[in-house]
């Protein structure tokens, strides 16, 4: 039976541009995906998740996790001419599970599509093999769905997605392995194949699969494949970093380390995009053909779409930050540890010899020192698991801040301790700068 025509989700107006949903607008290639419906005149809404803060103009809910039937994403489609779908999880954390976000919030959108006649649906899937992990099965499960309703539907299954503009996950990773001094760091012996995609390109082909009436599933890649060693080398030339060797790590300790990760929760390649890896990622023969023939468009190569945007010093800044952020941050939580043992394992007299004949003294030195352990050690275990790292790092700055200016008034002798003493403060200040700055991962 029709809907009300109240209920229907598409405008009358048709002087107004046409207005596109992106679920999943948050995300890395979201962007993308957006600046390229808005070339090609589109309106477009943000879909995102709950937030505590009022929706702004361009903002809908779109919380897969929570809206699984279609009566729920009704006053998200008011309005709506088509939609993308660009949401996806590589881990599964609480609610946010694989089946929920990739298969059963999306197909309760696509089927209010139906209901609404909402006609078009563009879906960001992912090429790979069921076989090699929920995270692909899911994907092509809603594929599979979203391909059986009735209104025109297009998924775009994407290899490797880059950006010479940004990095995100497992892209970040392989351009910090690419850019390690001296030689280049290969997982494995570099001989996978893939077939990459500029972001661009892929937010190029979405914006035109939005207004078109393709259907079906289209693999999306380069013009050709490239082994991970090529791949890799491509990305160091545009870095301008010296050195063509490489060092290849043996597949098993790889493994071991993708495996440990998975255990935690972290890390930015999981074993599923670990099999999809050592499986080869590349599309079909005629992909990128049949793109050519029916969106009018295709991804160049690689080192054709790098050539056009030159890189710059801070490329080079972010890979090769990748690796020292992490180690920055397990420094910082090892000092506050040390400090809170130190803290509270000093003899009471030596705190109170440390302290004598300075306004200290008349503290309570040593329930001072005891109470300023606990805290550090609360600081350190709060960045240690992850706790909300940008205020736990401003709260580590204004505390050795404090005990700077504190002792470094009340205590000037510090000033000169042969190991250091206070003067290490003025290079563990900035560096905790630098690792509020880094903590901020998207």
């Known amino acids: 039976m029709d809907e009300p025509a109240s209920d229907r989700a598409p405008r009358t107006d048709a002087t107004a541009p046409k207005t596109v949903l992106v679920i999943g607008a948050n995300g890395f290639l979201a962007g993308y995906l957006i600046a390229a419906l808005r070339r090609h005149g589109w309106r477009v809404l943000r ?146 194949p893939l077939q990459p995609v500029a972001a661009e390109d892929l937010g190029e082909i979405a914006a035109r699969a939005a207004g078109g009436t393709q259907h079906g599933v289209y693999d999306v890649g380069g013009p050709q494949p490239l082994s991970l060693r090529e791949y890799q080398a491509t990305w160091r030339r545009w870095l301008r970093i010296e050195g063509h060797g490489a060092v290849a790590f043996p597949e098993s300790l790889v493994s071991l380390q993708v495996a440990i990760g998975e255990r935690l929760g972290r890390g930015p390649v999981g074993e599923t995009m670990w099999r999809m890896l050592r499986r080869g990622n590349v599309a079909r023969p005629d992909a990128h053909a049949r793109l050519q023939a029916d969106f009018g468009h295709a991804p160049a190569a690689l080192a054709e779409a790098l050539a056009t945007t030159p890189s710059q010093v801070q490329d080079r800044w972010q890979a090769q930050l990748y690796f020292l952020a992490p180690m920055l941050r397990v420094a910082v939580v090892a000092l506050w540890l040390i400090s809170a043992a130190a803290g509270w394992l000093t003899p009471a007299a030596t705190i109170e010899a440390m302290v004598a004949d300075s306004p200290l003294q008349h503290w309570q030195p040593v329930a001072l020192a005891r109470v300023a352990a606990g805290l550090d050690a609360i600081l350190g275990l709060a960045l240690l698991l992850g706790w909300r790292p940008r205020l736990v790092l401003g709260l580590m700055g204004l505390s050795v801040l404090a005990y700077t200016a504190a002792f470094g008034a009340l205590l000037p002798g510090q000033w000169l301790d042969p190991l250091g003493g206070l003067a290490k403060n003025l290079v563990l200040l900035p560096a905790l700068a630098v690792a509020w700055v880094l903590a901020d991962r998207r």
Request: neutral net charge.
């Open 47 to 192: 879909g995102i998740r709950d937030t505590p803060r009022a929706l702004r103009e361009d903002e809908r809910r779109a919380d897969l996790a929570r809206m699984t039937s279609p009566q729920d994403w009704r006053e998200t489609l008011r309005g709506v001419d088509a939609v993308v779908n660009a949401a996806g999880i590589l881990r599964e954390t609480g609610a946010q599970t694989f089946q929920a976000i990739h298969v059963d919030g999306p197909l309760a959108a696509a089927q209010a599509c139906v209901d609404l006649r909402v006609p078009r649906f563009v879906q960001l899937s992912a090429l790979g093999e069921p076989a090699d992990g929920e995270f692909i099965a899911s994907k092509h499960r809603f594929d599979d769905a979203l391909l059986r309703l009735p209104l025109t539907a297009v998924a775009l299954r994407p290899s490797v997605v880059y950006a010479a503009s940004g990095s995100y996950g497992g892209t970040s990773l392989l351009r910090a392995l690419a850019a390690f001094p001296g030689r280049q760091l290969l997982p494995g012996d570099g001989r996978w």
